[in-house]
Nanobody
């Protein structure tokens, strides 16, 4: 029943913009902190950005700070990642994650490919 479905990935030129979306279902969305992770070939999965249940708190990896923005719409059960000024090193599969700390419930999406290339 639990699903996290990412969309919005694709090919983009360096310096361009992309907006990823993740639509959640099967659980109480507002009870979960949401995060975006990414994994490039041959590299470990890394945390890109996270956002608290009601968007009071956000956190970003140093590599994307000032360029990416995470947001959420609890009425739509959706979390977004706005990617601006993208670089080739942003190329990776991006994964949506939902975490409820108190219960250790942890859900993952299937991932969406982002390729930054000229």
């Amino acid at each position: 029943q639990v699903q996290l479905v990412e969309s919005g990935g694709g090919l983009v030129q360096p310096g361009g913009s992309l907006r990823l979306s993740c639509v959640a279902s099967g659980f109480t969305f507002s009870s979960y902190a949401m995060s975006w992770y990414r994994q490039a070939p041959g590299k470990e999965r890394e945390l890109v950005a996270s956002i608290g249940r009601f968007a009071v708190n956000t956190n970003y990896a140093d590599s994307v700070k000032g360029r990416f923005t995470i947001s959420r719409d609890n009425a739509k059960n959706t979390v977004y990642l706005q990617m601006n000024s993208v670089k080739p090193e942003d190329t990776a599969v991006y994964y949506c994650n939902a975490l409820r700390t108190v219960t250790r419930d942890d859900y993952w999406g299937q991932g969406t490919q982002v390729t930054v290339s000229s």
